[in-house]
């Protein structure tokens, strides 16, 4: 049974899978191949895209979706081996996953970090404590570690824009936030893209250096594709000549220990980091922008630049459609 | 492209059109004329009527819909232009409107008046930037100044009943409420009666008058239809010989500058404008009660108005499924 | 018009069809027996295998589901007979249920006692009102009184597992819990189990008694059935040679006026009843082990009984889908 839950589970072989199926069925749509099939959905965080982008996908392939959020009109799930369960979570992950498998023919898990820390992160409890009890396929719709579907649009999108990602030159650049924002997003960026070939540069200040485990991942696909990896505190010189400007808001390192009241205050130091027009005028002439949504404007990224024809923030949301139309079918085939 | 967010949208004309398109698919039901169609609906307030009749004309003409609440499983939704989105609102409708626009083929979108006063609902900010950044149909499922989709039930009621609403007698009155509601029902009724050509009487206290520009809308349709619009702080004398009487609550004009305390001590002093049956007797023999629910009983209208076999309420509900089919007919044709 | 809101909306011969059914159903499907039917759900209370197992049902046999939470999104409903509504309930069933009739085939509708009392949940007003006001049949999804759904689930397994239920041991017994839980599980497993007739032992302790009512028309369906039920506040005793092991946590019987601080530490005071491997060692050695679900696990039910091949949890839930099912297709019938 196949699951997609981290892009370890495709590897660069299977992004490239992935990737052409769902260029080709963007092209031309495969009919209604999700005849009879339902995809149960179990959000423990809100969403926008990937609720409405799955749900089109079933709905437009023959299929259904039925919705469920966590907390909101369904129990609180626990996840924890040997609870004693006495406080607000009344189900065990345990029953909730054998009995969805029951229902629904795969089952789809959104479960951000919890806030513990990178350490915490990378264990991946929730999702990982549903692909042990599930008895059907289980997709990721972004979890405390990666968000492989966004990971996949985002590489589709450079595909698109430029037919090739064999050493093409991008950056994902830090950017600054309100709140220190979890690193699924910027770490699955940073594995697709290795999985895909490109040259990637990873620009943050001191402090935010993504998880060993994802950097070491990141090179091992780099290495396997002719792709690259490298890391800087410069954001300009991160910038210069890229080809696609994929910017995005994350927390420090919880290795450095800081009190939240510190953290605020670094997020704060670093509001320059925020890219204007000015940050892509050192990209390349064709360099588009990335960003995954939902993006606070005028903070992590400038009006200017998310209103500029070269933005492709709505491209790829679009693209998100046709990569999980793709996954859906990968983990539903044996 | 077609919207329709205001009854503006449809004119008289229009208004005809989706009125006997409505009757002739309640008479005939036409068939599965959504097949493969998507409507993408965005709640910012709640709704039992206008979720269940929305997603059940997609459903029973072959489509289907996707129900989204916003902050509630769904980002905050930013609609300033310009705003630094520091706060709660995680994400701007210039993204999130053409995001949608990509997954569903037509969108409706529920905005409630944000309490700001009746300049502020006049500028409708919520339901027009959506209808700026869509790329697909819109249509509106409430919205601060109006609530198209109930005025053409209404007067679907009052054709079904009547025949015709040439010059056909109708009131619209106020009625009490716990608190000051939005203006988007009233205005509603008056414009869409006034475009059918009703002698419409508006009765209300002192101090609670629709917005100007409203009145002058109405104005303009009577006009064109051989209608008229009457205003009056007497309720007795508009309910003498009415054929129907629409009981609603609003708040008070927000040009009068009241204070909040000073809203709750007006809305108690006109308590005794609730219709009861004795209100019901002044009015024609063969006078019908309408209401768009949801209705307080017996603090907005009494037991015995709304139990009284003259009620249209749950008939009138009914009409928001057949005149929604025909308005999402309309939309999506060019 | 067909409703099932209790068991007796059924009576003994009526389970033994739905049953029968349901069992045939789940060897071989019948295709899409709710082609063009819609089912509205109406939640006042959490759900997950409720809603996701319903919504299945319509889906898989041609037909759809409308999901509403009240009170999240769709306005809170008032159930009382002439109340004056100027409080937090906006919407009153007299309205609610007629109009979602006017848009649904069959509307389904949870709500769970309100903590009133015994006597409140044997008048079972939320659901009751709906039965009142509805024009179209009515299922239950759990009420104050019952869950009949899960009491026909539960009966289902039973036959799965021993071929007939006719004179079969079964424990229902009482288990701790952090609050003092509804009482419509524990009726309804009697209340199926006496009217499929199985020699029903019901355990708890002292205060911890079933509504007089419930325990009559266990009784009555007992003798017409050929089974019998009996209590006691001897777990072990009510253990020993038990085919299945029922497991519920409920609250103290109100007649007995405990105050609140009084109901947890009588909870308390028998944490010693949470089934274990031990329990389970009284009980036959083929025995079973049911309970409906959400569980704490190692409060209501500890792990070892949990995870043990014999516990049937899962399997039951997907037996919901079956009998209901079955259910919807007959008071879908004339």
Not at 5 to 26: F, H, M, N, S, Y
Not at 116 to 133: L, M, P, T, Y
Not at 159 to 166: A, C, H, Q, V
């Amino acid at each position: 049974m196949r699951h997609l839950t981290r892009i370890q589970d495709l590897g660069p072989e299977g992004v490239e899978k992935i990737l052409a199926q769902a260029a080709a069925w963007k092209r031309q749509a495969p009919g209604p191949i999700f005849q009879n099939r339902l995809l149960g959905m179990v959000f423990f965080n809100p969403s926008l895209r990937t609720r409405t982008s799955f749900e089109a996908v079933m709905l437009r392939s023959g299929g259904h979706a039925i919705v469920l959020d966590v907390g909101n009109g369904v129990w609180k799930l626990e996840d924890r081996v040997g609870a004693v369960m006495n406080a607000d979570r009344a189900e065990h992950i345990k029953e909730a996953a054998p009995v969805l498998s029951r229902f629904a023919d795969m089952l789809g898990v959104r479960a951000f970090s919890q806030g513990g820390g990178d350490e915490e992160d990378e264990q991946d409890s929730v999702i990982n404590s549903f692909r042990k009890h599930v008895t059907v396929p289980l997709v990721s719709m972004e979890s405390a570690r990666e968000h492989p579907c966004q990971g996949l649009a985002d590489a589709l999108t450079l595909r698109e824009n430029f037919g090739s990602t064999k050493k093409l030159p991008v950056t994902l650049t830090w950017a600054p936030h309100i709140k220190p924002l979890p690193k699924a997003v910027p770490n699955s960026f940073l594995l697709t893209a290795a999985a895909a070939g490109c040259e990637v540069r990873v620009a943050h200040p001191p402090g935010f250096e993504l998880h060993p485990k994802v950097r070491a991942e990141a090179e091992a696909y780099a290495k396997a594709t002719g792709g690259s990896v490298t890391y800087t505190h410069d954001q300009e010189e991160a910038l210069e000549g890229s080809r696609a400007v994929y910017a995005k808001a994350w927390g420090p390192a919880t290795r450095a220990g800081h009190a939240p009241g510190d953290v605020a205050a670094l997020l704060a130091s670093y509001s320059g980091w925020m890219p204007t027009r000015r940050s892509m005028s050192l990209a390349a002439k064709d360099a588009i922008f990335l960003h995954c949504l939902p993006v606070r404007r005028n903070v992590e990224v400038s009006d200017e630049v998310l209103d500029h024809p070269s933005s492709r923030v709505v491209d790829t949301a679009e693209n998100r459609f046709h990569v999980q139309r793709s996954i859906l079918q990968w983990i539903l085939s044996t």
